[in-house]
């Protein structure tokens, strides 16, 4: 029945007039804003800072894209994000999508990444990818490896679809990782993998690094636990206190 129902659509959708097009498309872009907003608010009712780290929900999340500087064309090639609570990891509730890119991104990109300029070029659109993935992380914590650049990435694409900003807390791993290695010069994936002898058997493939830096993160809190880091306020002011007696 719903199969014939998207049949019928597509049908309809052909024979459309551009200004009934353009109402049914202001509808769902008004749904998306609303279903968003809802988020944000739940976002600013929530206080996660006393919650034990072992209840938190986390999603930890990868973007691949075609350069570092999206303010000037670099885009969003595909992401990826799996879910947990605590240091628990849910490895069958992922998330993964590749994202049509408005320029095919270079050969070395595309050699880095695995992906093609075919599949890019039938990807779904950003606002689609964006609007999914919203639904997908709710109102938990974001976790990235270098999550500056995840989050430039993301403020830049949920203004430019959404005209709203990205209000989720994101964290990087190294929020973790100064506390409970702090004498251990720890920088890109790789090195904190070898350190932790997390298996690694794909890089730069948006969902597998997500589930590599899912296994980083959850050493990274049951250490921290074990170091008497009880919640995130816990760790903001030993970071705070740490920072201040450098001055």
């Not at 992380?137 to 270098?146: E, F, K, Q, R, T």
């Not at 900003?165 to 506390?179: A, C, E, G, N």
């Not at 720890?186 to 058997?201: G, K, R």
Request: proline share 3%; with cysteine; glycine share 4%.
């Amino acid at each position: 029945m719903i199969n014939n129902m998207v049949q019928l659509v597509k049908q309809l959708s052909s024979r459309l007039s551009p200004n009934v097009y353009t109402s049914l498309q202001q509808q769902s872009d008004a749904a998306r804003l609303s279903h968003l907003r809802q988020i944000q608010r739940e976002l600013k009712q929530e206080d996660v800072l006393d919650r034990p780290l072992s209840e938190l929900p986390f999603i930890i999340f990868d973007l691949e894209t075609s350069g570092f500087y999206p303010d000037k064309g670099d885009c969003i090639l595909s992401i990826g994000a799996v879910k947990m609570v605590g240091s628990e990891i849910a490895t069958d509730d992922v998330f993964y999508s590749t994202v049509k890119c408005s320029k095919t991104p270079s050969d070395e990109i595309l050699a880095l990444t695995g992906l093609t300029a075919e599949e890019l070029h039938d990807a779904p659109a950003l606002v689609d990818v964006l609007s999914d993935f919203y639904q997908f992380i709710g109102h938990s914590i974001l976790v990235a490896h270098h999550a500056s650049h995840e989050k430039k990435f993301m403020s830049h694409a949920t203004w430019q679809t959404l005209r709203t900003t990205f209000q989720h807390r994101i964290l990087d791993t190294s929020f973790l990782t100064k506390i409970v290695v702090p004498n251990n010069q720890l920088v890109t994936l790789d090195e904190c993998c070898a350190y932790y002898d997390i298996p690694v058997e794909a890089r730069h493939h948006a969902l597998e690094d997500a589930l590599i830096t899912a296994q980083l993160w959850q050493k990274n809190i049951r250490l921290a636990k074990e170091k008497g880091f009880e919640s995130l306020r816990d760790v903001y002011s030993y970071l705070a206190k740490g920072r201040a007696a450098q001055f």
